[in-house]
């Protein structure tokens, strides 16, 4: 059974920081081209950042570029996401997603993937 797990979200102050980590389960994690989204309130779900399967390459949506940053550990199963100079409007359900290198596509988009965590809470105070 395939799981994508994340963990790390929580509540901080604008300003903060927070690292959120998604293990993959059930998978060859090493096959797997890896991202993270989020959906605010009200909103559509948004790209935010992805990794290639050999952590070579990786891509950031304006909004968090230069404040996030992706990596992965293969040895670990797992994808990161450190958050840094947090705002309120990154306030959000964050999702790690995967997306088999054989399936290609816009890695920007969540129609390139094909698994999902079930999210977690990142709340950021004004």
């Known amino acids: 059974q395939v799981q994508l797990v994340e963990s790390g979200g929580g509540l901080v102050q604008a300003g903060g920081s927070l690292r959120l980590s998604c293990v993959v389960s059930g998978r060859t994690f090493s096959w797997y081209v890896m991202g993270w989204f989020r959906r605010a309130p009200g909103k559509e779900r948004e790209f935010i950042a992805t990794i290639s399967a050999n952590s070579l390459r990786t891509y950031y949506s304006d909004s968090v570029k230069g404040r996030f940053s992706i990596s992965r550990d293969n040895a670990k199963n797992s994808v990161y996401l450190q958050m840094n100079s947090l705002k309120p409007e990154d306030t959000a359900v964050y999702y790690c997603?995967?997306?088999?290198?054989?399936?290609?596509?816009?890695?920007?988009?969540?129609?390139?993937?094909?698994?999902w965590g079930q999210g977690t809470q990142v709340t950021v105070s004004s």
């Open positions: 997603a995967a997306a088999h290198i054989g399936r290609g596509g816009n890695y920007y988009s969540d129609s390139a993937y094909d698994l």
